[in-house]
């Protein structure tokens, strides 16, 4: 098997077998090549240690990102290559890291500690699969390298990533590694919730993430209470949306606080906690679309999440959205031809009292969108003071 690699990358790896050390690239980029996608990043493993790469890259930047598990990234051209040496871990005594680790000059043993198989494959003139990843690749299956109980004691992130590309890649997942899933399940209660978060969200991305989430209803209840699966229409890939699926499946659009409380567990950010409680009482209300609510709804919550509503309501409404923009017609604040200044110079008093009155003047304009002109504003305005 060959790979076309880029050319930074072969300079890279020849550098260090020019000076006697062994390079690889690893990992997913090796899986991504040998599935014929292109790589989003590159992971390169080498017999030579920490100081050792950085001297013979010392003309480039360095960052020491993992030292103490021999690590470091180096940036060429503005780009980040993560190098780091053949190791062997120590005990994992948190669940997620090892408490030590070992350098060593053996390629086989430094693949031997990854998750997967299809993960656990090294190229450079030519590949190097001790642990049948081809063929599981072939296979369409996920199996862990090594005794699958272990590898999850060790890490329980490893549980998600497990289902994680299974969903993403539309894989099986071995018998032996199912199992094991099963059993250690409850070593997710130990994994920080933002790397649940992390794994969680590729998940729902994936072409057989409605597959994986019934299949494993059991461990998603782990960290999600009361999680039930449910069916996502063809045209929902978004994972938010996915998820707004799944939080009404769960805990319905009514009991909204729930859905809240369960994303701040899961450390999502503020945003994305405000565009669900946006989005989750469309499931218990229609999505009007004639255009005086559709621009209605583009002021409360915006155009972007107008349009999620929309296809959470399985409506479309990108002409009339083409339509609004064409004819430039007024549906926030920005585009009011008043502004506070204008409102305070014509007699409402400064405070709030000013955003009422623009607020009010919005509605106004959403209603008729040839009034939006400082004439037709000012004599409306005056007329209702």
Known sequence: MTIKLPESVKSILQRFWDYGYEAYIVGGCVRDFCLGKKPQDYDIATSARPEETKALF???KILETG????????????IPFEITTYRVDGDYFDHRRPSSVRFTKSLQEDLKRRDFTINAMAYYNGLFDYFGGMEDLRKKEIRCVGEPEQRFEEDGLRILRALRFASMLGFSIDG???????????GLRKISRERIRDEWTKLLSGSAAEQ?????????????????????????QEELLRFCFVLNETYGASE????????KELRYDRKSCRDMSLLLPFFDRPFHTDKIHVKQYMKRMG???????????????EEMIKEIACNHECYTLSD??????????????????????L???????IENPSANTPELLTEYLQNKL
């Open 58 to 60: 010392q003309e480039y």
């Open 67 to 78: 030292l103490q598990h021999g690590t470091v990234t180096l940036i060429m051209e503005g």
């Open 176 to 186: 032996e590694t199912k199992d094991a899933i099963i059993k250690k399940k409850e």
């Open 212 to 236: 994986i989430l019934w299949e494993f209803q059991s461990v998603i209840n782990v960290f999600l209470p009361g999680f039930r699966p449910c069916v996502f229409p063809d045209n929902i």
């Open 256 to 263: 909204i606080g729930k859905s809240m409380e369960m994303m």
């Open 303 to 317: 155009l972007n999440l107008t349009r999620k509503a929309a296809l959470l309501k399985q409506q479309d409404i």
């Open 336 to 357: 009011l031809c008043l502004k506070g200044e204008d409102v305070i110079r014509l007699g409402v008093r400064p405070g709030k009292e000013v955003g009422e009155v």
């Open 359 to 365: 607020q009010r003047l919005l509605d106004y304009v």
